[in-house]
């Protein structure tokens, strides 16, 4: 059910969107959505991401303050997560920040980093942290490919260690409208 009402989300929202994103490792796949504001200072994300490992998933709805400081910009704010991890689930909110540096217009540096403690995880969810650095090539005016490093982390309640939903190399397309 869950699923469905994901994909009823994501195919009602393009009208809306300003890119798309596709991204894949060895061990997940995942989609997203972005909606800028009119006025460019605010964006809106949702997104799900899926193990392919474990069969297992995490859907994911952001919200940012979106800026400039010279040549770098980014965004910054709190996106919320529910993660499905077959005998374990829950919610949390995570806050974070995504930055671009560009260095010409087909090349930039892109980061992110977005944690969630125990006090905003909840039911079996004790910590999120999702994490990456690479880089973005423009290969169109209307489409970018990025790669680099990830880890996206989640601890669950009362038991040991992190479940490591996706960790290593990554590849992301991005549509952008």
């Known amino acids: 059910m869950k699923r469905a009402l994901f994909l009823l989300a994501i195919l009602a929202t393009p009208a809306w969107a300003n890119d798309l994103s596709f991204r894949f490792s060895d061990d997940m796949a995942g989609l997203s959505l972005n909606a800028n504001s009119p006025d460019g200072k605010a964006s809106v994300e949702i997104g799900a991401n899926h193990n392919e490992d474990d069969d297992v998933e995490i859907y994911h709805a952001g919200f940012y303050a979106v800026g400039k400081r010279g040549r770098m910009q980014g965004r910054v704010g709190v996106k919320g997560y529910y993660a499905d991890l077959d005998a374990f689930e829950g919610p949390g909110l995570g806050f974070g920040f995504e930055l671009k540096i560009p260095t010409s217009d087909v090349f930039s540096f892109v980061a992110s980093y977005f944690y969630s403690p125990s006090s905003t995880s909840f039911d079996d969810m004790d910590g999120y942290r999702d994490w990456k650095v690479g ?43």
């Open 135 to 177: 880089a973005q090539i423009m290969l169109f005016e209307n489409s970018a490919l990025e790669f680099g490093l990830s880890d996206i982390e989640i601890e669950v309640e009362d038991v040991r260690g992190d479940y490591d939903f996706q960790d290593g190399a990554y590849v992301e397309l991005k549509l952008l409208f």
